[in-house]
C-alpha cells in the first residue's frame, strides 16, 4: 500500500513525497543514479480532468508540456510554432464491441459498422489530417504490420455495409455508443454515429460517457463470467500504446482469451495457438509468421474496428527546450532542459 503512493524506482528522478491523488505527482533529481542524471532539478506531473485546462496552463505559461485538443490542433502550430511537436507514436484507436451482449455476436454486422465509417473524412474534419487511417490491427512502428491487411472491412464502402447490415438482420433498438468524456473523444464519436445515421439507418443512437476510472470499470464487469446487465451494452471507445514493439504485444492483450486488455470478451481457440507458437518460435521472422496468422484470424472475426494510427501533439513554455518523445508517446524527463524561470 506504501509502495503504491510513494513507490521507489531505478531511474534519474525519486519520489517527493506522495502520490497526491487528482493533483500531482512530484519527483526530484536523484543524486546517486549511476547513469546520465537528470537535467532538470525537480519535475512535477500535473493531473487534469480534461484536456482543454492544460492546454490554458501551456498557453498562459503555468504548465511545460501538454497535449493539445484536437480542436486546437488547426491553430496550436500557428500559435506555438517551433513549440508545437508532433512525432510518431505507437497508439492506436478503436471501437470495440461487448461480444457478450446481445445483438453484437454476428460478425456481418461488426463489418458493415466498420466500413459504414469514413475515416479519411473524420481525420480530414477533426484532426486536420494529423493521424492515419488504421489498416491492421498492428501499428505500422512494429515489424510485421502489412499496409492494407485489414482489407475491405476497413474500406469505406456505405453500399456494401448497408448490405452486409441488412444481411445480419440490422440492429434493434438503442444502439448506445460508449467513451470516456475526459480524453477529448466528443467530436469524432459523434462523427461515426452521424455516419452510422447516414450510411445504415440507425436513427435511435445515444451516447454514454464518463470519466475514464468510472469508464474502466464498466468494461471490467464485462470481463466477468456474468457481465452485469448495467455494463457496457454498446460498441465502445479505447485504445493502446504498446508495451514492447511486437506484433504479440498488440494481437495478445487485446484478442488472447482472458487478456487482461480484452474486453470485448474476443475468444479464438486458433487465435491463441498462433500466438503461442509465435512467442515459442526460434527466430523473430518466424514469430511474425505466426503473428500474422493470428492476425488474419482476427480481422475476419472483427471483435474490434481500427479506427487510425495516432500522433504524439503536444506543446510546450518557452521555459523548456530538448523536448522529444518516444514511440510509446513518452517524453524523455531526464533529457528536458529548462531554459528560464
Known sequence: EAFNEAPVGNGPYMMDGTWEHDQRVSVVRYEDYAGTPGNADAV??????????????????????????????????????????????SSFSYIAFPLYAEGFDDPNLRKA?????????????????????????????????????????????????????DQAGGYDGTLRIWFNNDGGHEGWIEAVSNQWRQNLGIEDIEFESMPFARYLGLLDEGLDDDPATEGVDGPFRLGWVMDYPSMQNYLENLHGTGAGSNYTTYTNPEVDDLLAQGKSAGSGE???????????????DLPIIPLWYGQVQQVTSERVSNVVFDKFTFVDVAGVQVVAE
Open 286 to 300: 518466424e514469430a511474425i509468421s505466426f503473428y500474422q496468422q493470428a492476425d488474419d484470424m482476427i480481422i475476419e
Open 44 to 89: 512535477e506531473f500535473r493531473i487534469y480532468a480534461n484536456l482543454e485546462t492544460s492546454y490554458r496552463d501551456v498557453q498562459a505559461g503555468d504548465l511545460d508540456i501538454g497535449d493539445v485538443p484536437d480542436d486546437q490542433i488547426a491553430n496550436a502550430e500557428t500559435e506555438f510554432g517551433e513549440r508545437f511537436i508532433t512525432a510518431e507514436s
Open 113 to 165: 459498422l466498420s466500413m459504414a465509417i469514413d475515416r479519411e473524412a473524420i481525420i480530414s474534419a477533426i484532426f486536420f489530417d494529423t493521424l492515419t487511417p488504421a489498416d491492421d490491427m498492428v501499428s505500422p512502428v512494429v515489424q510485421g504490420y502489412r499496409e492494407g491487411a485489414c482489407g475491405e472491412a476497413c474500406t469505406f464502402d456505405p453500399e456494401a455495409a448497408q448490405q452486409l447490415f
